[in-house]
């Protein structure tokens, strides 16, 4: 038994020296060796089909790595995930990112500076990379994004049929502009080529525009960067907009004569809300010559014009000309590349993971597949994205993509501070009023320079504000909830409660402990929080500045859109509620009525209220779109126009005769557009009107018969009074809901507000202070000021209820 035991011992003390060790290195090298990267991107669904390719052939390079791809396909979404996944400890290891956004991330530590990873893979030269796109993705002599692509937008695509038909050799690049036609010059002057390629029909109205761009701010953009015109004195610290305003002017003035009086291109109001979309589809279907957008639409219209096809045309593209007063041609351009988050655990392989998909193998792959343009130079005068001899026939178009690269050398990006896209906004504003042809160019340049401008400088200021004491500020809140405490026990004071009945308080509290601490944790907590966040300066991820009440007194009287929002609202709520009302009680009245089949008519009329926010918006952009939409095809078709011209009196009286109404794309009708929208989910009240119509007793109705009352006197002296304590619910609730419109509007103008701010509804600007402009203590400011207004309306409701019948107090 003893030598037994001590064979056990002897074997367990072998495993020991020799297995165990050689056990725990294994487990040692595994867990090194098991490491995932979750990497995001905006690409859509094309490209991210490639970027899945990549990252497998990545993960086969480097056994033990995972790649986690994410898709965030909304580009405005996806910048304010990455912040708020970056302030939530929740940020992705590598992330897509642009020139316009990365400055904020690195200015506040959340990107890694990559000069510091040049020397650990061998063969990497930053230098092979356009200069360009380095430059703008570099802050103070750190680059923060590995540049993947260069996207320059001065590329005209052209119709070659259309250069044919019209005796106009195709363009070779040495065409120019200047701010008057030069007919003597022909084919070399672009006003000259867009006039002579536009076709008009008999009646005046365009046949084929001579060029169309993708929208009105890259035409702007193309004119006033060939001409050396800028936005801002320094794009990364700006401190003046718009330095050569008379130059900006006469720019604009240009663009208004190409679209509104010469018509050789469509303006706004010639197409739709979606400009973008508009325009592709005018060049694909023929009706316009020349199209200037991206090198990214290559790949849309392969698809949608596959050579061979029936819809397949001979198109190619060339350079935006050079202004004749420039040496060279400078337009705008986009680009792209990919960010390493400082909180990233394996910054060496998530470096090497960087330097494949935006180096040679992955700019290689995205190139053949003609969605991007290669950062790397070298990569991009080869054949897989230059067509050569061995390119597939359906890639060979367009033909003349060198240009591509000649054009790299002169862009200009846009400014990439942290405080123009708030500071810009109200430039914008102006400038879609003018696209609209509302005002001059001189106005909308004066105003809205003068408005950004004075934004700038708030902006700025706010820089040196005194850090916020949050410790005074947990002991105010503390204080605060103990107050509140203190308010709703007060008047239980002194009161004697009998040994039974305290009893049941203990049983009752012990029921109510689950709800009462998700009242304090889910509900009082945050509440607390956003009246502290109300008087800071927060951007969620650098430390909190005090403001005080700077955030009130900025929204009455530094804060210009604050009163526009404000306005817009109570104009929104004034027509929606008194007419939703109208609507849910006629509804109400009809679905009363006693008929076979009236629960599947009740159903029908609510559902609709429970459909998703978003896929209403959805549906109702498809039935205000102004070319094929379903309520201008039924205002303008020859039953209803020809005989009751309601089509022609809307088209004169929003200002765009013989044009079909552009519902959420005119200043004049956009928000009548989500008025009409907010109809479509009454159900709610109707079913509530309904509940009360049904309570009201019939022996009321037989004694007015009886006295011989007509329906109409019935409905006066009776049903309205009865069912007025489910007006006034309906009333209030309306009111709030009204106020707080959200989801329709963000859905349907992508955030904006537009056009010129005419749906600029109060949660809409709040939501964008907070997450398009990162200031979130401004937003918990005006989030705080929303409650008081809806506080003293419903007050101010309840004060004049005595119009609302209650049966049971009359019983009393």
Known sequence: ?????????????????????????????????????????????????????????????????????????????????????????????????????????????????????????????IKDYYPRIVAAHTLKGQLYVLPRDIAPEGLIYYNKAEFKAAGIPYPDGSWTWDFHERPWLKSKDFLWVMHKLTLFNKNGSVK??????????????????????????????????????????????????????????????????????????????????????????????????????????????????????????????????????????????????????????????????????????????????????????AQLWPHNRIITDQEVANVVFDPTSPYWQDASSYLNAELTTFFNGIISAKTAFTVGRQQSQDRLDYLRHQANLPRFPWAAGILVGLALVAGLCFFVYWPERGKKYTTRQKSENRSAYKFLTLWIIGLVGLTLGPMVLSLLMSVTSWDMITPARWRGVGNF????????????????????????????????????????????GIPLYRAAFYIPSLASGVASSLIWMRIFSPNNGLLNSFLYSKWINGTLHIGDWLSNLVGTPHTPVNWIGSEQTALSAFIIMSLWGVGG????????????????????????????????????????????????????????????????????????????????????MAFANHRFGYAAALGWMLFAIILIVTLIQFQTSKWVYYEADVKK
């Not at 020349?290 to 596959?306: A, E």
Request: proline letters at 7%.
């Open 1 to 125: 038994m003893n030598k037994s035991k001590e064979a056990c011992i002897s074997l367990v003390k072998r495993f020991a020296k020799w297995f165990l060790p050689l056990f725990l290195l294994t487990l040692a090298c595994l867990s090194q060796a098991d490491i995932t990267l979750r990497f995001t991107s905006w690409d859509g669904d094309v490209s991210l089909r490639v970027l899945r390719k990549l990252c497998d052939q990545f993960e086969a390079q480097n056994p033990g790595v995972k790649i986690d791809l994410e898709q965030i396909p909304d580009y405005n979404v996806y910048h304010q995930k990455m912040i708020v996944e970056y302030a939530a400890n929740a940020a992705p290891d590598v992330a897509m990112m642009d020139p316009g956004h990365f400055q904020f991330l690195a200015e506040r530590g959340a990107l890694m500076p990559l000069n510091q990873f040049f020397s650990q893979i061998p063969g990497f030269n």
């Open 685 to 768: 009240s109707t079913i509530i009107l309904l509940a009360g119509l049904q309570g009201v007793p019939d022996m009321y109705y037989e004694a007015a018969t009886v006295d011989g009352a007509s329906p109409f006197k019935k409905m006066k002296a009776i049903t309205l009074p009865m069912i007025t304590p489910a007006l006034f619910f309906t009333l209030i609730t309306g009111f709030i809901a009204a106020f707080q419109n959200f989801t329709d509007v963000y859905v349907v103008t992508s955030g904006g507000g537009g056009p010129n701010n005419a749906t600029m509804l109060y949660m809409l600007n709040l939501y964008n």
């Open 553 to 596: 007194q900025e929204a009455f009287t530094a804060d210009p859109r604050f009163w526009v929002s404000l306005k817009v609202t109570f104009i929104y709520t004034a027509v929606r509620v008194p007419l939703s009302l109208v609507f849910s009680f006629v509804l109400a009245m009809l679905l009363n009525v006693k008929v076979r």
């Open 208 to 393: 084929q525009y001579g060029y169309t761009p993708s929208g009105d701010q890259l035409l702007l953009n193309a004119l006033a960067y060939g001409c050396g015109l800028r936005y801002t004195d320094n794009p990364q610290y700006p401190t003046k907009v718009l330095p050569n305003i008379n130059g900006w002017i006469k720019v604009g003035d240009l663009l208004h004569d190409i679209e509104q009086n010469k018509h050789w291109a469509p303006s706004q109001l010639d197409v739709s809300s979606n400009f973008q979309s508009a325009a592709y589809q005018l060049f694909v279907r023929g009706q316009t010559a020349m199209y200037q957008d991206g090198i990214w639409q290559v790949p849309q219209i392969r698809r949608d014009m596959p050579p061979g096809s029936k819809d397949f045309f001979d198109w190619d593209i060339a350079p935006f000309p050079r202004y004749v007063g420039a040496p060279v041609m400078r337009g705008p351009t986009g680009g792209s590349g990919y960010a390493m988050f400082s909180t990233c655990k394996h910054k060496r392989m998530a470096w090497k993971f960087m330097t494949f998909m935006a180096g040679p193998v992955g700019m290689r792959a995205m190139a053949e597949a003609g969605i991007a343009q290669p950062a790397i130079r070298k990569v991009a005068l080869s054949h897989a994205w230059i067509p050569g001899p061995n390119t597939p026939y």
